[in-house]
């Protein structure tokens, strides 16, 4: 690759807008770059994800599941088009990989238009790139703040997960060596749109979230996902066998609990665009989303950020899992409500 910098480049006002869902902060990053007025509620509602609940098969990668084109492609309706790689490759094929997504990406930065990655820094988290020099990317992710989290991290590093920042490092020295010769290259950039018909678009998230449902597992590069009912069964039975430790189960509570705090806004605010057929069900279901969310949070609010990497005692799982199975019933009625509102819509 022809080297043509020296110099750091550096995208101004574009920063990580936060969520627990990364992959939508990264979509928020990029609508308050292009000042697009999107609130979290919209982007968590129009994409579907408000209402999805998926796991990986061990149960402890929150992010990890709901896939990324899916998403991205619904991104469109709200006035952002992304493009970019979601691609596993290994050996050779993962460097060229590596390469192309490093020439794309300062191609993007030249050009001014926001670029962000999956697996750059934290694994299954997306960061925002927000500049870049002759060595690498330099990101704002979830662990900015950290010493050395603003560190250049160099473009042959992008999918495999190797966070700068000091608190990471130290982790990694306590655990096994990662393979550094394959791995997801997750990196997109994203240019302005009109954005879609309002119904429309409703419609699309939630034709997105019942199929997701219905088929309630799926393979993406090898790992196989859970979703609704499945994903709670799953997840269930992986706590009553001491899976689960508590520093994964505070991490993947936390996207559920904030998923499903939108869910109730967004369903709120879409109240004047739907029909009068379809108000009582969306009333039921406000208030089931609402409920969902009341039980979210109670366990991510027990199980805050940064748990220790232990089991749960033995009362402590007894109270989790009474919760948990109240939540798959309820998220049972939520999902039937959803599929009566969009037949009728």
Not at 34 to 57: K, N, S, W
Not at 254 to 271: C, D, I, T
């Amino acid at each position: 690759m022809e080297n043509r910098f020296t110099t750091r480049l550096t995208l101004n006002n574009y920063g990580f807008a936060g969520m627990d869902a990364s992959q939508l902060g990264a979509i928020k990053s990029v609508a308050d770059f292009y000042q697009i007025p999107l609130t979290p509620t919209r982007i968590y509602g129009m994409t579907g994800l408000a209402f999805l609940h998926v796991l990986d098969e061990r149960c402890i990668h929150p992010n990890a599941g709901p896939p990324v084109p899916e998403i991205y492609r619904l991104a469109r309706n709200l006035g952002i088009r992304i493009e970019g790689i979601h691609q596993f490759a290994e050996g050779e094929a993962f460097t060229v990989l590596q390469a192309e997504a490093w020439d794309k990406a300062r191609a993007a930065v030249d050009s001014n238009k926001p670029v962000f990655a999956k697996h750059i820094a934290q694994l299954d988290q997306t960061s925002v790139i927000t500049g870049y020099d002759e060595v690498g990317y330099y990101i704002d992710s979830w662990h900015t703040g950290y010493q050395h989290s603003e560190d250049v991290i160099p473009w042959n590093l992008l999918g495999l997960s190797l966070c700068p920042c000091v608190n990471c490092l130290e982790e990694r020295k306590h655990s096994k060596p990662r393979d550094t010769t394959s791995g997801i290259v997750s990196l997109h950039w994203a240019d302005p749109v009109a954005a879609g018909d309002e119904l429309f678009t409703f419609k699309e998230a939630i034709r997105f979230v019942l199929r997701m449902n219905e088929e309630a597992v799926y393979e993406e590069f090898g790992q196989t996902y859970f979703v609704g009912s499945r994903a709670y069964e799953e997840w269930i039975n992986a706590i009553q066998h001491d899976v689960v430790l508590k520093f994964d189960f505070a991490l993947v509570i936390e996207v559920v609990h904030e998923a499903r705090s939108h869910a109730k806004l967004f369903l709120e605010e879409m109240k004047d665009q739907l029909n009068m057929e379809s108000q009582k069900s969306l009333e039921e279901a406000i208030h089931i989303y609402t409920e969902i969310s009341t039980r979210t949070r109670v366990l991510r609010d027990k199980y805050p950020y940064e748990q220790l990497r232990v089991l749960f005692s033995a009362i402590e799982k007894e109270e989790m899992l009474t919760i948990l199975r109240e939540l798959s019933i309820l998220e049972k009625k939520a999902l039937a409500l959803l599929s009566e509102i969009y037949s009728v819509i």
